[in-house]
């Protein structure tokens, strides 16, 4: 395998054991058919993040942008098995790049739409149970968290995502950001992200992005990110 394949593999497998693990939910969840990824449906309606989020922006984002990206990855896919089946690896290495970024696009939104949710229902607040320990043990409170994703979503140039993630060996917690659509690999586990491109935004708060990431806080779904926690 090349060089780029081997650097876009952790892309491929997360796409893979998504595909082969995760059946049917209500809520958002990375779906495939007969090998092909496909849009996640949501477990809520586009308008019902409002006044914190728009219908109209998570209309486009999930029905236009998202779909881009699985547009894209089922193509990088089909390009890259056409092309090692005829022995041609330097034709899928030079995909690969599609690969990291339509596949970590899919992979990125799929959670992304699982942590949200209406403040009405489950949204907003703060963790509970185990979470909410691990929290306190690792940025002292809740409010220093909150803050800490803020300041490293302030500080991405740019497209990217800042992510509250689990180490796999030590069990902590941690803040980082990814470029682009770049996912979580490796040794962290990514249980919240927020989304840092324009698209996420602009629509409605323009280039007021600062209140965009302290206007999403009332609409993170816990009990998806805790499972998620738990579960790791």
């Given amino acids: 395998m090349s060089a780029t394949l081997m650097r876009t593999a952790p892309v491929l497998r997360a796409a893979a054991r998504a595909s082969g693990a995760v059946k049917p939910m209500a ?4 779906s495939f058919v007969r090998g092909k990824a496909t849009l996640p449906d949501l477990s809520y309606d586009y308008g019902a993040l ?22 894209g990855l089922n193509s990088a896919l089909e390009t890259i098995g056409e092309a090692e089946s005829k022995g041609d690896f330097t034709k899928a290495a030079s995909v690969a790049p ?6 970590g696009g899919h992979l990125n939104h799929s959670l992304f739409w699982e942590n949200l949710a209406p403040a009405s229902r ?27 994703m803020n300041t490293a979503l302030a500080g991405i140039q740019g ?16 803040v980082v950001t990814r470029a682009n659509q770049d996912p979580v690999t490796g040794n962290f586990v990514p249980l919240l992200g927020i989304d840092a491109w324009e698209h996420a935004y602009y629509l409605q708060y323009e280039n007021r992005k600062a ?20 579960k790791s």
Avoid: C
Wanted: charged fraction near 25%; proline fraction near 2%.
């Fill in 50 to 71: 409002e006044p914190h989020i728009s219908g109209k922006i998570m209309e486009l984002h999930h029905k236009k942008h998202h779909q881009t990206y699985v547009t």
């Fill in 159 to 174: 497209s990217g995502w800042a992510w509250l993630v689990k180490d796999k060996q030590s069990g902590t917690l941690g």
């Fill in 122 to 148: 489950d949204g907003g607040g703060e963790p509970s149970g185990s979470l909410k320990k691990a929290i306190g043990e690792d940025f002292g409170s809740f409010d220093t968290l909150r803050k800490q």
């Fill in 98 to 103: 599609l690969l990291n970024f339509h596949g």
């Fill in 27 to 30: 809520m958002a969840s990375t």
């Fill in 211 to 230: 209140e965009y990431f302290e206007a999403i806080w009332n609409v993170v779904n816990w009990k998806t990110v805790a499972s998620r926690f738990d």
